[in-house]
Structures are given as C-alpha cells and as structure tokens.
C-alpha cells in the first residue's frame, strides 16, 4: 500500500505536464458557451425591474432549491473544504458542518419572513417600519462589503483553479484570469439579470453535486467501499505531526480554541445575513415556494457536504497533502487533483471547468445582489426618495455591475493564494456582524427603531472589518495577505465573529433604548401582519 500510494504521489506532482491545458480550454469554452446561451434565452423576457432583481418570481420551491444549492456551494464549498480536509483533516470538516448548520437558522427564523415583508433587497425588511434614508444607506453599505469580501474568495479560487490547469504560476498570468473571470461575470449579469442568472446557478448545482457524487463513488470503489481504509491512506500520506492528527481535532485550532469558536459562530449565524441568499427568496411567488425552497437547499447542500468528507480525505490519500500544498493553486488545488488521479486529464477539465462555472454563478449572484441594492436602495430610494422611473433604476444597476466587477478583479489579485474557505468566512463573519442582529430585531422586536438600526449596521460593520484589518489574516504571519515582513496585528484571532457578532447585537439594542424616537406603530402593525402571513406580499409576475 505504501509503496503504490508513493507510487500515485509521485505522478500527482508531474499534474501539470499530465493536464492537458488544449483539452482543458476547450472544455471551459464549452461549458462557457453554453451558459452565455442560458443567459441569453432568459433575457428574453426581462421586461422589468421584478424581472431584472428577482426573475419576475417565476421560480418554483425545487427550482429556486437548486439555485439556492448552485448559489450557495460556492468555490469555497467545493475547492476550499475539499483542500481544508486534506490538509487539516477533522478540523476542515468543521467548515462543512457550520455551512449546513446555518441553514437552520435561515429556514426558521428568516427566510418565509423575508419573503413576505421584501421586494428586491434585505433593505426593502430592514426598512420597512423605519425610516427609509439613514437604513438604506447602512444596508447598502454592508450588502456591498460582504458582497465583496464573498467576491474576493471566488476571485482567488479562480486564479487558482487556472494557474494549476494550465500550469500559470506567475502573478502575472493569475491577474489575467482573474480579469477574464471578471469580464465574464459582467456580461453574465448585464445580459440575464437574475433570470439568466437563476438557470445558470440551477445548472451548475446539478453538475457540481453529480460531479462530487461521482467522485465519490470512484473513491470509495478504489477502497472496497471501506471508509476506514480511505482514512488510513490519508494518515500515510499526512504531513501532519503526528500523521494520525488529520483524523482528530485541534490539527488547526488546537492552539487557539478561540479561533475555533469565533469561526463557529461566524459560519452558523452568517448564513443568514448574506445578502445575495436572502435575495433568492424574491424568485418565488409565494411564502410557501419560499419555504420549499430552503428544505430543498437543506437536502442538497446537506448531501454535498457529506460527500466533501470522503473528497477531502481521499486527496490526501490519492494525492498526498505535501502535494496538494506544492502544487500551483496551493490547497485550493486538492479537488482537481483529485480529479486528475482518479480520471485523468479528461477528468480534471471536466471538474476544474465545473469548478469554474461555480465561480462564473456566484459571483454573478453576488454582483447581482450589489448592483440591485446599490440602485434601488441608494439610487431609487435615497437619493430619487422613492420617485425615480424603474428603467432608470436599471440602467444604474447595470452600470454598477461594470464598477463591481472592476473592483472585484482589483481585489481577486491581492488575495491570490489564500484558502477561499477561510475568506468566504470573513465574508460570514461581517454578514453575522452587520446584517443579522438588524433582521432579527426588525422581524421580531416591535420596539426596535431606526437609531438601533443605523448602530447595528454601522457599528458591526466597523468592528468586523478593523478586527480583520488588525487580525493575522493581514499582517504578520508567513500566510497572511501581506506576509509576514509586515506586521500590524494586534487582535490575535483570525475570525472576528466572537467580538462583532455580540457588538452588533449589543449597539442594536443600545442604540433602540437611547433613542426617544418612537417609530409609525401602524407600519409596525402592518409589518407584523405581512411577514406573518403574507397579505400584501408580492405576488408573481405572470407572462
């Protein structure tokens, strides 16, 4: 066994000459094509703004499960957690196990109340019984930070994912894939809105979650089916001190429990404030599509992270941690490794162009996602109050998708080389801090006003993001964005959610109890009513 594992080590550092980067930009030109075709048979009928933010609610619960699936399995989700397993073992499963839970707290406690009190954005709830302006602008403000923080991880699993299949290991090369990635999602999104947008999320997650169930299977096939076995290739394969570590907790965290418990909370409570998830629960034209909705996710996504179990430890069984950890997209590079050793290179374009989708998906959703709260929110409400022609609305988002895009290209090269499952944390990490401790007290705390509001928001924003900028994830250490020659950290965890998350909670509610500002109690009243049962809520576009 030793021998034969040496044996696949050794051909899974010659990757790169055995990928076939003709073979491989074909596959992506095709998968690409045929989802640029998607986009452009959806535009068809984007006649509107319903049509442009939200798909004319058009989509059933099944439907708009699987786009949620599609959303939400991001290349964290497959490229981060798989490379997080083989590496760190227990402790990168601890990933997989907060993405799911969180969406417990989104199905009961948000996501048929979002629906029926909204319309396009978390801004329209936030907003609701509260005075429109000062809410507005702190929603938007922290829609377009996660957004972007959430951009920044698809960003690196992209360079990565490409520098690996066409053996591009310099900056330089990197930067213009991201570019590419860039230019594409904006066309994605200036073509099919949420529509174009939807199916191509719906047909990503039914290959993504077929491709991850093959592999499976092929690992488990190579294994007797014997799971134990699967692990004791990996432990033989291990970098790890003792090499039997990856099988146990504290590989990763051990040192600090504190981190661990910071990125626990992050993960379970970030969920639900993501602005472009919360967003998916406007495609469905009803409450009840709306709750399908999520119990289909919940399946999916339950059944796909599952699987990232036996994928993580069998890269590091096939492939070999110090492998996956040489190799040009660093851990990010375990799944098409994988890939590689089980199918060969016809195997690793398929995945890696599956991969690679997910990328093209998500950050499509989430330029989407910022491009509707910046013009409806900002543009159509704050600044036109309320009054400005929906075309017009449009025609700004539109053009906030191109500024998004630059911006997310810009930041996608700074952050080549990290672990896309630790930054799509921060991004839960600021959404758990800013959004949520806002939702919840709207949805269910009548006192709750405008003041608390605008604290929760802002102030949460604020603590995330410096205790990141202070954080080892920046500064000081030989893998933070600015290595370690400098160093500026002086809050010691990585994750930030065990101080923002309180915080934001906290300025909510001190900002309600010193505030002598009573809000409109019949719009509390309406609100209430609305978000209980759906009178009111918008219904579906017919065509």
């Keep these: 066994m030793i021998a034969h594992n040496l044996g696949l080590l050794a051909a899974a550092v010659d990757a790169e000459s055995q990928s076939n980067p003709v073979l491989n930009i074909s596959i992506f030109i095709a998968f690409v094509g045929i989802t640029l075709f998607i986009v452009i048979r959806a535009s068809r009928n984007n006649a509107s703004a319903a049509d442009y933010y939200a798909g004319g609610r058009s989509f059933t619960g099944p439907q708009n499960g699987f786009a949620i699936t599609g959303d939400y399995l991001s290349a964290a989700s497959f490229l981060g957690i798989v490379g997080a397993i083989a590496i760190n073992g227990y402790d990168g499963f601890l990933y997989s196990i907060g993405f799911l839970v969180a969406w417990l707290v989104a199905l009961l406690l948000v996501a048929e109340l979002m629906r029926n009190t909204g319309k396009f954005t978390m801004a329209d709830v936030l907003s609701f019984r509260l005075q429109q302006r000062p809410v507005r602008m702190a929603a938007a403000a922290t829609t377009l930070a996660v957004c972007f923080f959430y951009l920044l991880a698809q960003m690196a699993g992209a360079g990565g994912l490409v520098s690996l299949l066409l053996g591009i290991d310099d900056k330089i090369g990197q930067s213009i894939v991201v570019a590419i990635v860039g230019g594409l999602m904006i066309l994605y999104v200036l073509i099919g809105g949420m529509k174009g947008t939807t199916w191509v999320q719906i047909v990503k997650a039914f290959l993504l979650v077929g491709a991850a169930i093959a592999m499976t299977i092929w690992v488990l096939i190579l294994n007797g089916f014997d799971l134990s076995r699967v692990m004791q290739s990996a432990v033989d394969n291990s970098v790890a001190t003792p090499a039997d570590a990856i099988l146990a ?55 796909f992270y599952l699987l990232t179990l036996v994928l993580g430890y069998g890269a590091a069984a096939l492939v070999g941690s110090e492998t996956i950890q040489n190799a040009p997209g660093g851990v990010n590079s375990a799944a ?18 599956i991969a690679f989708a997910t990328i093209l998906a998500v950050v499509a959703g989430l330029t989407i996602t910022a491009a509707a709260s910046f013009a409806h929110d900002i543009y159509s409400n704050v600044i036109k109050k309320g009054k400005g022609d929906p075309d017009a609305e449009v025609k700004i988002a539109r053009r906030t998708v191109v500024v998004i895009g630059v911006l ?103 900002g309600t109890v010193t505030s002598q500002r009573k809000e409109d109690p019949a719009l509390a009243a309406e609100m209430e009513v609305r978000s209980l049962t759906g009178h009111g809520a918008e219904a579906a576009t017919e065509h």
Excluded: C
């Design 249 to 303: 907790p504290g590989l990763k965290y051990g040192s600090n429990p504190l981190d661990f418990i910071s990125l626990s909370i992050a993960l379970v409570l970030g969920t639900a404030g993501l602005p472009h998830v919360l967003m998916r629960f406007y495609t469905v034209p009803t409450a009840k599509e709306a709750r399908r909705s999520v119990v289909w996710a919940i399946w999916l996504i339950g059944g």
């Design 336 to 353: 098409p490794l994988l890939a590689l050793e089980l199918g060969g290179p016809l195997l690793l374009g398929f995945v890696s162009a």
């Design 408 to 510: 997310a290209v810009a930041g996608g090269i700074g952050v080549q080389g990290q672990n896309i499952a630790f930054l799509v944390a921060l991004a839960f990490a600021v959404a758990a801090s800013a959004n949520l401790p806002t939702i919840l007290y709207s949805l269910y705390w009548k006192r709750f006003n405008t003041r608390g509001a605008v604290w929760s928001m802002v102030g949460g924003l604020a603590a995330a993001v410096l205790l990141i900028v202070f954080s080892p994830v920046m500064s000081g250490t030989p893998t933070s964005m600015l290595g370690a020659d400098v160093n500026f950290a002086i809050f010691p965890l990585q994750n930030p959610g065990i101080v923002s998350i309180p915080l934001g909670f906290a300025l909510g509610w001190l």
